[in-house]
């Protein structure tokens, strides 16, 4: 299978914080590293499981500044610069093509919920800003509207309008003029059988290097998604990215805490996480 553009694991990369839930820039740009090494092509910045609602701006740009500048060779750098704001979408975009964003990720607009007409018009005034590729976010349980596939084909029709990022598995298909990602860990295979451009995927900051193998080893992709569901299914213990950051500070990877609302897992949720970590192989 030929490689995306953009890459075919992309790590949807957590922000760390340290024992003050400030940013841990050191344990970011380790993580990065460590990404980049086990199977990831790239990491989407500041998405859901970067914890960007409760960053600052200035926090924010920094995350894509150090992720630029510090990758390692070959590895894309996608930033997460979504708002319900068109304005501020369009401002947070510009600002990280010029840090050397790869792509940004645009989430469908939350809380507000546009019409049809109106996410046309936000979409163009992104592109527009980006002139870099964009992965639209379709992800209705946040958003809490969908984009159907008709619209998404309308979308494409935008010059740098390129991928979507689907996180509805019931529309997972196909869309005439995008590249499509899974959205979800657990559709990764499928999404690649659908001739897919690959995943913006959470487990894949523990097992990159299965979730690569999925990609470079198709005739076994089958049995690696089988041994990997009961990893997707732990790490939905409870909101994302609680269980991810549960599992990589047992791993040993200094992640920290979570900023409010959200909070470190509980013990039965570490647990769970615990258990499913062993029985892929991750930990002893």
């Known amino acids: 299978m030929s490689r995306a553009p953009l890459g075919s694991v992309l790590t949807a990369i957590v922000t760390p914080f340290d024992s003050d839930l400030e940013v841990d820039e050191q344990a970011f740009v380790s993580l990065l590293r460590h990404v980049s090494a086990n199977g990831s092509d790239g990491v989407v910045v500041a ?30 750098v996608i930033a997460s610069t979504g708002s319900n704001d068109t304005a501020q979408a369009c401002a ?17 607009p939350y809380y507000n919920r546009p019409n049809r007409r109106g996410l046309v018009r936000h979409y163009t005034e992104i592109a527009k800003a980006a002139g870099k590729p964009v992965v639209l976010y379709n992800i209705p349980a946040r958003a809490g509207i969908d984009m159907p596939n008709d619209l998404l084909a309308e979308l494409a029709q935008i010059e740098h309008i390129d991928y979507v990022k689907q996180a509805n598995n019931a529309n997972l298909a196909p869309v005439d003029g995008l590249g499509l990602y899974a959205g979800n860990d657990d559709v990764f295979a499928r999404t690649l059988d659908l001739n897919g451009c690959g995943g ?12 690569r193998r999925m990609v470079d080893e198709p005739e076994r992709r089958a049995e690696i998604d089988a041994v990997l569901q009961p990893l997707y299914r732990a790490l939905g213990v409870t909101t994302n990215p609680i269980p991810v950051k549960a599992a990589l500070n047992l791993l040993g990877h200094r992640v920290g805490g979570l900023r409010l609302p959200l909070v470190e897992a509980d013990d039965e949720e570490t647990e769970v996480v615990r258990t499913a970590l062993v029985a892929c192989g991750l930990l002893d």
Not at 56 to 62: A, K, S
Not at 200 to 211: D, E, P, Q
């Open 47 to 76: 998405a859901t499981t970067g914890e960007p609602s409760t960053l600052t701006n200035t926090e924010h740009l920094r995350l894509i500044e150090l992720a630029c500048s510090e990758r390692p060779a070959g590895t894309s």
């Open 92 to 108: 947070m975009t510009e600002r990280a093509i010029e840090l050397g964003a790869d792509a940004v990720l645009s989430v469908a």
């Open 200 to 211: 913006i995927l959470v487990a894949s900051h523990v097992a990159g290097n299965l979730m």
